[in-house]
């Protein structure tokens, strides 16, 4: 069987897109746990700002509607990416748990 796009064997050439970072698989355990520690920091503050831009609007301290319903909608779509990077992380762990030694 050949491989006429080159795909098996991996494009020549090709590095990493950011140089200064390492490469996806070369990352320790301990830099996946920062990096998702730091991203779910990061939903917990798009939702206490979605949470204080409605309170603010609640009691008059704002009247722009739209920037209320754009941080809502931005805290909604963080924690659902989050909640399906969960649900991977566990799946890959079941299969893991699965694979006979």
């Known amino acids: 069987m050949t491989d006429p796009l080159g795909l098996v064997g991996g494009a020549s050439g090709v590095g990493p897109l950011n140089p200064g970072q390492p490469a996806a698989g070369k990352t320790s355990a301990a830099g996946f746990k920062d990096l998702l520690m730091q991203n779910i920091d990061q939903v917990n503050e798009l939702q206490r700002d979605a949470t204080q831009a409605i309170e ?46």
């Not at 399906?84 to 030694?101: G, H, M, P, T």
Request: aromatic share 6%; hydrophobic share 40%.
């Open 56 to 101: 603010d609007l609640q009691t008059g301290r704002r009247d722009d509607v739209e920037s209320v319903l754009l941080a809502t909608a931005k805290a909604d779509t963080a924690f659902r990416l989050l909640q399906q990077v969960r649900n991977k992380v566990f799946d890959a762990y079941r299969e893991i748990q699965q694979l006979r030694v």
